[in-house]
């Protein structure tokens, strides 16, 4: 069984670092950076052979190798998109010898096992783990591949339905976080707002709720923000819900908002919020975007 050295490990986590740090977005999805990780460097025959039940090695070794830097604090995954932060900006661009690179990672990785309630048995360097087939049943990177797979369907399923189906979705939402929706725009033009929920059935409690919802694959601009802040009045807070999310400077726009109170949801965070008041829907509610918890073995 070959042996993933210190410094190949480096030299794949420095490719997939590489591949991130030069995406627009400053992120990719998981699989993206994978390849284009892959496309950096001069695999060898052991990485590009497949294990029996499928799957190219390469793919298993590099999320074993990036599992050190995630508990360093380098890389954030999050439902699928793989982010390098600050500090592993300022480590990347601190050391550029790759072995240097894994060591300084595995440093990190080590300090983070000692702090944590009980310790872990000892399993030495993270680079000495990252063999062959044992990563293929790691239940980490299972774990891990399974999240991801079950994001990219949720994530597809929503973008792929009906804007006025979305709507409802976002209608059920407000209802099971305690609102009631007292009007709802029909199919068609809106005028810039297609939900209004209050705190009573009536409708006749401050704040009124304006909501603007957008199910598109492009970003909301400041424009298109600043159009939505024009319906609202002064006892109005406004709620934009966008599946594309929303530029920077509409986020800056509406954090630095004194007088309108507008909160911006992308995609994510309206499934974060789904799932957790998921429970307090009705079957009618939930039947619009079900879920089914699966439960994995997550030892660290």
């Given at each position: 069984?070959?042996?993933?050295?210190?410094?190949?490990?480096?030299?794949?986590?420095?490719a997939?670092?590489?591949?991130?740090?030069?995406?627009?977005?400053?992120?990719m999805?998981?699989?993206?950076?994978?390849?284009?990780?892959?496309?950096?460097?001069?695999l060898?025959?052991?990485?590009?052979?497949?294990?029996?039940?499928?799957?190219?090695?390469?793919?298993?070794?590099?999320?074993?190798?990036?599992?050190?830097?995630?508990?360093?604090?380098?890389?954030?995954?999050?439902?699928?998109?793989?982010?390098?932060?600050?500090?592993?900006?300022?480590?990347?661009?601190?050391?550029?010898?790759?072995?240097?690179f894994?060591?300084?990672?595995?440093?990190?990785?080590?300090?983070?096992?000692?702090?944590?309630?009980?310790?872990?048995?000892?399993?030495?360097?993270?680079?000495?783990?990252?063999?062959?087939?044992?990563?293929?049943?790691?239940?980490?990177?299972?774990?891990?591949?399974?999240?991801?797979?079950?994001?990219?369907?949720?994530?597809?399923?929503?973008?792929?339905?009906?804007?006025?189906?979305?709507?409802?979705?976002?209608g059920?939402?407000l209802?099971?976080?305690?609102?009631?929706?007292?009007?709802?725009?029909?199919?068609?033009?809106?005028?810039?707002?297609?939900?209004i929920?209050?705190?009573?059935?009536?409708?006749?409690?401050?704040?009124?709720?304006?909501?603007?919802?957008?199910?598109?694959?492009?970003?909301?601009?400041?424009d298109?923000?600043?159009?939505?802040?024009?319906t609202?009045?002064?006892?109005?807070?406004?709620?934009?819900?966008?599946?594309g999310g929303?530029?920077?400077d509409?986020?800056?726009?509406?954090?630095?908002?004194?007088?309108?109170?507008?909160?911006?949801?992308?995609?994510?965070?309206f499934?974060?919020l789904?799932v957790?008041?998921?429970?307090?829907?009705?079957?009618?509610?939930?039947?619009?975007?079900?879920?089914?918890?699966?439960?994995?073995?997550?030892?660290?």
């Amino acid at each position: 069984m070959p042996e993933i050295t210190r410094k190949r490990n480096g030299e794949i986590q420095r490719a997939i670092f590489a591949a991130i740090l030069g995406h627009p977005d400053g992120s990719m999805k998981a699989a993206d950076a994978l390849e284009s990780a892959a496309q950096r460097l001069v695999l060898t025959p052991y990485e590009q052979g497949e294990y029996p039940s499928g799957g190219r090695r390469f793919e298993k070794i590099a999320r074993f190798s990036t599992l050190g830097p995630v508990k360093a604090g380098w890389l954030v995954k999050q439902k699928g998109r793989w982010t390098v932060s600050d500090e592993g900006r300022a480590a990347y661009a601190g050391y550029p010898d790759p072995e240097e690179f894994c060591r300084a990672g595995d440093a990190r990785y080590r300090e983070w096992r000692k702090a944590q309630p009980e310790e872990l048995e000892d399993e030495g360097p993270l680079t000495e783990n990252v063999q062959a087939e044992g990563t293929e049943t790691t239940a980490a990177i299972r774990l891990e591949e399974a999240e991801e797979s079950a994001w990219t369907e949720v994530e597809q399923f929503i973008r792929t339905m009906p804007p006025y189906d979305f709507q409802e979705l976002v209608g059920a939402l407000l209802r099971a976080l305690g609102y009631f929706v007292v009007w709802t725009a029909p199919p068609g033009k809106d005028g810039g707002v297609d939900l209004i929920a209050a705190p009573d059935a009536l409708g006749t409690r401050l704040p009124r709720i304006k909501v603007q919802v957008k199910r598109q694959l492009g970003t909301v601009s400041v424009d298109g923000l600043r159009s939505f802040m024009a319906t609202l009045g002064s006892d109005d807070v406004g709620l934009f819900v966008s599946t594309g999310g929303f530029t920077k400077d509409a986020k800056d726009e509406a954090r630095n908002q004194a007088t309108r109170r507008v909160t911006l949801i992308d995609l994510e965070r309206f499934y974060d919020l789904w799932v957790e008041h998921y429970v307090k829907m009705p079957d009618e509610d939930r039947r619009r975007l079900p879920l089914k918890p699966v439960y994995f073995l997550a030892i660290e």
